[in-house]
């Protein structure tokens, strides 16, 4: 399977702040990420009822600050109706 690069944000709200330019953070050519999809319960479609995806990731991402933020052991699980 062929790499891929998509460019993707981070949220930071967890000290709770009104969300801004200071804590959303962004990959680019510089600082980039990796997602691995560790399971997918059938075709990966929105009109599918019960859809599951699951996987890991790692990132770094910079805010309009500079700020640099780096996550080596994400993991989400996705489902939407």
Same mark, same amino acid.
């Given at each position: ?19 801004? =330019?200071?804590?959303l953070?962004? /990959? ?11 399971? *997918? %319960? &059938?075709? +990966? =479609?929105?009109?599918?009822?019960? /859809? ?8 770094e991402?910079?805010? *309009? %600050? &500079?700020? +640099? ?10 489902a939407?109706?």
């Amino acid at each position: 399977m062929a790499n891929t690069t998509y460019y993707g944000f981070f949220q930071d709200n967890s000290n709770g702040t009104i969300p801004g =330019n200071s804590n959303l953070y962004q /990959t680019n050519d510089i600082y980039k990420g990796i997602v691995n999809i560790k399971f *997918a %319960n &059938g075709s +990966i =479609n929105p009109l599918r009822g019960s /859809t599951i995806v699951a996987g890991t990731f790692e990132m770094e991402a910079v805010n *309009a %600050n &500079g700020q +640099i933020i780096k996550i080596t052991d994400g993991r989400f699980d996705i489902a939407w109706p």
